[in-house]
């Protein structure tokens, strides 16, 4: 009989699609003083199923992941037991300081689902020129992954 865990896991193509139609990511960094340090985030995703993210540059979760490049991510959804559905995702963290690819990253995650024409990409862009002097963006390289969607035992426990 197959172990228990090895009946919920998502397989990867149920994985991507998981995690293609999320909104929020928990993303948590290791805290100078050894205290996990989450935050939820939109985020967005790359060809090599990197995921991104922004923030302020000055901010703690920054400081964190340049002394400490580990994370781990979290995305989660069902409301009852047997709705659960989640993905873990250990990985390492880039800081990207570069101002024209934090304007790529927030145009990625601002328009995440939606088709844009050329002429609304440029108002976009446009739009977060200003706020993107003070971000960088964040790149989560996936090491390892860790799935569950307790849907697939139909109740039965």
């Not at 960094?29 to 540059?57: A, R, V």
């Not at 995305?75 to 873990?88: F, H, M």
């Not at 927030?106 to 108002?123: A, H």
Request: charge should be neutral; aromatic fraction near 8%.
């Amino acid at each position: 009989m197959p172990s228990r865990r090895s009946l919920i896991e998502m397989d990867d193509e149920q994985r991507k699609e998981y995690v293609n139609n999320a909104q929020t990511l928990i993303i948590v960094s290791n805290g100078k003083h050894g205290y996990p340090h989450p935050m939820p985030m939109w985020f967005g995703i790359d060809d090599d199923e990197s995921l991104l993210c922004t923030t302020f540059g000055k901010s703690q979760k920054v400081l964190n992941w340049r002394r400490d490049p580990k994370a781990s991510l979290l995305i989660e959804s069902g409301t009852q037991y047997s709705e659960l559905q989640g993905v873990v995702i250990y990985a390492q963290t880039e800081v990207i300081e570069d101002p024209d690819l934090v304007v790529d990253t927030l145009v990625k995650i601002n328009s995440r689902g939606r088709e844009l024409t050329e002429d609304q990409r440029s108002k976009l862009r446009e739009s977060v020129q200003g706020t993107a002097q003070k971000r960088v963006a964040l790149r989560f390289v996936p090491e390892r992954y860790i799935t569950w969607d307790h849907r697939k035992l139909g109740g039965r426990y």
